[in-house]
């Protein structure tokens, strides 16, 4: 066999490769291997094949592997798959790759499952999505990611998903968020969360949403709630909106705040409501000031009572009313003053009454 050139085993027949011995099979060196054609690769029984050695086999090309049958592939060894080469294991047909047990699938190194094509990814059933270790997802690619079917990606386990990266979670498609069930989602961080493209965030269900821990909707990215619609605003339970952060709630957009509902409105607490821009407190307004309490009025900052519009301050309530303390009250600006009813004037307290200007004094309608 030593004797045997590179060409006469490209030149090898099915025929040829009967005649060899098992013995004879192992003597072959990775030049010779590398030459094989597709033909006689698959020619090889069950025997022959049996001895190939990683080494052998890390130098046969991935189109001479396309000649093994379905019952070839299926008796590689693990210790035999881990000698192909990265770029071989790429070049494999679908159907070839399809041929491979789960127990195979597992065993492929990290860098061979980041080599995998979308055709390759598409022949993994889901048990043998499922089956996959945290190391070979973290190999996934972003492309790889995107690629998955909402089916396999509903077949992920905690490990799994522990084990994604922010960029991996990124490249989800709608429809794989839309896959994921309730417990699934549970095993997901904040980061991860946040990571979601605003299109698979958007295609998150009212019961998925509702799932999440107030801790997970502090993830959400200032992108993701700015992008969010009505309908999607109205996916978070009054607990979960009660939850963002003043700088989620600040990235809201105007047209979600003013489609807020009354209990919306009321579940804001007073920092969030502290941290309401301009425009978004303009968008309430248009609504209707009616859901905001004492101390939500309270909360404002001077900068805020000023972009207040006047026909909102001539809607306050006696309570309303009531809670503007004296840091607030100097920022009225003379429209707001004077569109105050005389019955809003009357109910002035005198610590409020003290806190005006002297200008200010002078538009108070009489």
């Not at 997802?137 to 690629?147: D, E, F, I, K, R």
């Not at 998925?208 to 909707?217: D, E, I, K, R, W």
């Not at 407190?281 to 101390?295: D, I, M, N, P, Y």
């Amino acid at each position: 066999m030593a004797g045997l050139s590179a060409y006469q085993a490209h030149r090898l027949t099915p025929a040829d490769i009967a005649e060899f011995t098992p013995s004879q099979i192992a003597a072959l060196g990775a030049g010779h291997l590398a030459a094989f054609s597709a033909s006689a690769l698959g020619a090889l029984s069950s025997a022959q094949l049996a001895v190939l050695t990683s080494t052998q086999l890390s130098a046969v090309t991935a189109a001479a592997l396309d000649g093994l049958s379905a019952s070839q592939v299926a008796a590689l060894t693990t210790t035999q798959l881990d000698g192909l080469a990265t770029a071989t294991v790429a070049g494999l047909s679908a159907t070839v790759f399809g041929e491979l047990t789960s127990t195979q699938v597992l065993a492929l190194t990290p860098s061979q499952v980041g080599a995998l094509s979308a055709a390759h990814l598409a022949a993994l059933t889901t048990t043998e999505v499922g089956a996959l270790e945290g190391s070979q997802v973290s190999a996934l690619t972003t492309t790889q990611m995107g690629a998955l079917s909402a089916s396999q990606v509903g077949q992920l386990h905690f490990g799994q998903i522990y084990a994604l990266s922010a960029a991996q979670v990124a490249a989800l498609s709608p429809s794989a968020a839309a896959a994921l069930t309730t417990n699934q989602l549970t095993a997901f961080g904040a980061g991860q969360l946040g990571a979601l493209s605003t299109s698979a965030f958007a295609a998150l269900s009212t019961t998925q949403v509702a799932s999440l821990a107030t801790g997970q909707v502090q993830g959400f990215s200032s992108l993701q709630l700015r992008n969010l619609g009505v309908d999607d605003l109205r996916k978070l339970t009054l607990t979960q909106f009660g939850a963002l952060t003043s700088a989620q709630v600040a990235a809201l957009s105007a047209t979600a705040l003013a489609a807020l509902t009354s209990s919306e409105v009321a579940a804001l607490t007073t920092t969030q409501f502290a941290g309401l821009t301009t425009a978004q407190l303009s968008a309430l307004a248009s609504a209707g000031f009616q859901a905001v309490s004492a101390s939500q009025v309270a909360a404002l900052t001077p900068t805020q009572v000023r972009a207040l519009p006047f026909s909102v301050l001539a809607a306050f309530d006696g309570e309303q009313l009531a809670a503007l303390t004296p840091v607030q009250i100097p920022a009225l600006t003379s429209t707001q003053i004077t569109g105050l009813t005389a019955t809003q004037v009357a109910a002035l307290t005198p610590a409020q009454l003290n806190a005006l200007s002297s200008a200010q004094v002078g538009y108070l309608p009489t």
